[in-house]
């Protein structure tokens, strides 16, 4: 695997010195340079209905970003994007260890990143840069304002990291990416002993609509507390039907979470939505976690309505489960009123 990825990396740099873009001045005289403002935020009111529970209401901002993005040319631009948020949070999954909770609403810097795109095939980001682990997942999960996909929510496997990330795309149909990165997630410069990060994905989109992603990640820890190799499995298929429907399901393997060994988590995860209205949907997804040697896992639930009145806004009325394998711990019921606003 890490010769395959060398390799792509050889294909990414060869790619890189030998293209025209490269030792060409831009003589476009049309072309000026811009910029735009990035601002999105998640926000939830969540009705308890564990049995119980404490905390029965609840109001909370879940994540803010906040930004500015500027073209310098046709090739060359750059982003900074300030995460207020909470830095660390202890999760159902908390006894997996590493974890410590932090204040609310830090201001953190999330990506710094300047991004080259040469041509038409070619688009590489250094800098604090977005991980395209689950970003696929993601997109087509398409409500990250409820939820986080599972590789987020069970692995706490961060968005952005410290390196860099390169993407060559061959055609319409194929592509892939590489990334050298620190490993440490955004929050974090490199750790005292060097580690870092390995990754690679492979995109294949056969016909229109269809889509495939297989990825691959690894970690090898110098750290004698943590000596074990972190690697990530995950593959995903999904099918978009316009903007009628859509349907997809994914499977991850975390092996030695956390680089303690045999500590493993993986399992899967499908979700759908169908366009009732124009501007409503309904949704579900159901995830299934198993793990090794950690207590928790389970089975997760969500369903509800999306609701966008303009672009820029959405909102969604939306029920959220957790039924544990162990009988002894507590279901968990949630009814939220969740929205997001962006631009």
């Not at 948020?85 to 974890?99: D, I, K, V």
């Not at 959220?320 to 606003?341: C, V």
């Amino acid at each position: 695997m890490l010769r395959i990825i060398w390799s792509c990396v050889f294909v990414l740099i060869f790619n890189f010195l030998f293209s025209d873009h490269l030792f060409a001045q831009e003589r476009d005289t049309d072309f000026e340079a811009s910029g735009k403002p990035i601002i999105q935020v998640f926000g939830n009111i969540d009705l308890n209905l564990g049995k119980d529970a404490e905390k029965r209401y609840g109001l909370w901002i879940g994540r803010a970003h906040f930004g500015y993005g500027y073209r310098f040319s046709k090739t060359f631009s750059g982003k900074i994007v300030l995460d207020v948020g909470r830095p660390t949070t202890l999760s159902q999954f908390s006894e997996m260890g590493g974890y410590k909770e932090g204040s609310y609403y830090t201001v953190t810097l999330k990506f710094a990143s300047l991004e080259w795109t040469p041509n038409e095939h070619v688009y590489i980001q250094a800098g604090s840069v977005l991980q395209n682990h689950y970003i696929t997942q993601e997109k087509f999960w398409g409500y990250r304002y409820l939820a986080p996909t599972f590789q987020d929510k069970y692995f706490g496997t961060p968005s952005g990291d410290l390196g860099i990330i390169g993407y060559y795309k061959l055609n319409k149909k194929f592509g892939f990416d590489i990334a050298l990165t620190n490993g440490e997630g955004f929050r974090f410069d490199q750790d005292l002993f060097g580690d870092v990060k390995i990754a690679a994905g492979v995109d294949y989109n056969p016909i229109d609509g269809l889509q495939s992603r297989i990825f691959y990640d690894y970690t090898k820890s110098k750290n004698p507390q943590k000596p074990a190799e972190q690697q990530l499995f995950s593959a995903f298929i999904g099918y978009r039907h316009k903007n009628l429907f859509r349907v997809g399901g994914e499977y991850n393997y975390h092996k030695n979470h956390l680089n303690q060994s045999g500590r493993d988590i993986y399992g899967f995860s499908f979700y759908g939505s169908y366009a009732i209205l124009r501007k409503v949907e309904f949704f579900a997804r159901f995830d299934k976690v198993f793990a090794k040697n950690i207590e928790n896992k389970g089975n997760a639930y969500i369903t509800g309505l999306h609701y966008c009145p303009v672009s820029g806004i959405n909102i969604s009325l939306n029920y959220q489960g957790w039924a544990p394998d162990n009988f002894e711990l507590k279901y968990q019921h949630h009814i939220l009123l969740s929205f997001e606003y962006k631009i």
